[in-house]
């Protein structure tokens, strides 16, 4: 589903130049759930954005479903993230003006699905924020944002889910919620990526992906 070969992405910083990922290779099948770890600065979200086609790498290869989506057009290459990618950002990133409900079925207007309100209201019920649905982002607590931005990116099942410490603001009962959807979604042929700072997150997943200043440090196979 995602193949990744020899990422390097740069920036350009006050301080000069900054190597956020400096030659990562790895490959997610689909049924495949692969936990990313390392320290703050490491490198995870620069590697889930390149992986989820939003951020073009300086070099290497970025393969999904078959296909380089960098090397679509900006309108194609949005489109192609629609159907294929389900995104949860570390920030979540809401809709302001928009309720709860609305903000879970915005992958709408690029797609065009009619039982997605049903969905919505599954999803709501699924991280337990059903009676939140009519709320605004701004009226709910960070956790609920947060389960807010994970239904979202479920909204349209995609293949290939990208989700950026989903967890991090969420009490144990909650994060194992979000932990056992995520699993299930994999059990059921979904390729899952999920960045944790949680180590006992992380051992329930089949892989972990540790990184070092933009490298791989070591790729540990649980036994499950
Ligand atoms: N747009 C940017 N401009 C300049 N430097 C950046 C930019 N984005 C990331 N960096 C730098 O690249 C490195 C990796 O950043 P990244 O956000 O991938 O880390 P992270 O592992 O996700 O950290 P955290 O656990 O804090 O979320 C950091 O040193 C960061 O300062
Ligand atoms: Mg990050």
Do not use: W
Not at 13 to 28: D, Q
Not at 53 to 70: F, H
Not at 132 to 154: D, F, V
């Amino acid at each position: 589903m995602l193949a990744v070969r020899d990422l390097t992405k740069s920036f350009t910083g006050p301080g000069g130049e900054v190597r956020a990922l400096a030659g990562v290779s790895f490959e997610l099948a689909a049924g495949d759930f692969l936990a990313v770890q390392g320290h703050s600065g490491s490198g995870k979200t620069t590697l889930l954005l390149a992986c989820g086609a939003l951020q073009r790498p300086d070099s290497g290869s970025v393969t999904i479903a078959g296909q380089d989506p960098y090397r679509l057009g900006a309108e194609e290459r949005a489109a192609f993230r629609a159907r294929h990618i389900g995104f949860v950002f570390q920030q979540f990133h809401l809709i302001p003006y928009l309720t709860v409900l609305e903000n879970v079925l915005a992958p709408l207007l690029a797609l065009n699905a009619s039982a997605a309100p049903a969905r919505a209201m599954e999803l709501l019920e699924r991280f337990q924020i059903q009676d939140r649905a009519a709320h605004r982002p701004q009226q709910l607590s960070t956790g609920e944002r947060q389960r807010t931005a994970l239904a979202r990116a479920l909204l349209h099942r995609p293949k290939l889910i990208l989700a950026d410490e989903p967890t991090g603001n969420l009490d144990e009962q909650n994060a194992d919620t979000v932990l056992d959807s995520l699993r299930e979604l994999a059990k059921e042929g979904a390729a899952v990526l999920m960045v944790t700072h949680d180590n006992r997150l992380a051992a329930k997943a089949a892989r972990v992906l540790a990184l070092e200043h933009g490298r791989p440090k070591a790729e540990a196979a649980h036994a499950h």
